[in-house]
């Protein structure tokens, strides 16, 4: 059983639309962590946050730590933002990672 | 510039040859760690580092020796490689476990044949 799921799995848009990515976990938490990662390229990391909403350009990211999930909006979808979405989540010793969102945006 | 480095990049080694995978960070973080990333697994432990001379195995620790002898640098030892070793590998530093950002190297695609 993995304690973070992800949802959708893959998600096609076409440029400009309004984008939401999910995660759910199981395990309290003190912190969430939502990564990017472009085709054949590294993990950058967008976001952390433990309560509330925090906002970084068209991103956004919101967690519900009563409800153990977390959301990562993209507003004006943009090519660009084609990659990999991967939530995770401190879990004893280690980050848990979800299996990620594969996102492709068309223009 | 400040980050975490990671070298090679690239590497092909032969079935039983060792190497040592090299990650360095500049941001006197106490935690470390190494991942393996393959098709449909996602990102996987392999060992991590809470500081200097501290080491423990992660989720897949077999084959992989690493060590923790300066704060700044955490190789990763391949003893002797084997197919299941193709992958690609990132390093990553935190000042803790999960409670503050993570940074992660650029990837090193290993090919064991």
């Known amino acids: 059983k993995n304690e973070v799921e992800q949802s959708p799995q893959n998600l096609t848009a076409q440029e400009g639309e309004f984008i939401t990515i999910n995660c759910s976990y199981s395990?309290?938490?003190?912190?969430l962590h939502w990564l990017q990662q472009h085709p054949g390229g590294g993990i950058v990391s967008l976001f952390m946050?433990?309560?509330g909403k925090k906002k970084h350009g068209r991103l956004i990211a919101t967690i519900n730590i009563q409800e153990k999930h977390s959301s990562l909006h993209i507003t004006a979808s943009h090519p660009r933002d084609s990659a990999v979405y991967i939530c995770a989540v401190p879990y004893g010793n280690k980050l848990v990672f979800g299996a990620g969102t594969i996102l492709r945006v068309k223009s | 510039n400040a980050g975490v480095t990671q070298t090679p990049k690239f590497q092909v080694l032969k079935t039983g040859q060792s190497m040592t995978l090299q990650c360095a960070q500049d941001?006197?973080?106490?935690?470390m760690s190494w991942y393996r990333q393959d098709p449909g697994m996602g990102l996987r432990l392999i060992h991590y580092s809470v500081g200097a001379g501290i080491t423990d195995q992660g989720e897949v620790p077999n084959g992989y020796n690493v060590s923790r002898s300066t704060t700044e640098d955490f190789p990763l030892r391949l003893l002797s490689a084997a197919p299941s070793q193709t992958s690609v590998y990132f390093c990553a530093s935190s000042y803790s476990r999960g409670d503050y950002g993570y940074t992660f190297g650029s990837g090193t695609r290993l090919t064991v044949v």
């Open positions: 946050l433990s309560s």
């Open positions: 395990v309290g938490i003190s912190a």
């Open positions: 941001m006197n973080h106490e935690y």
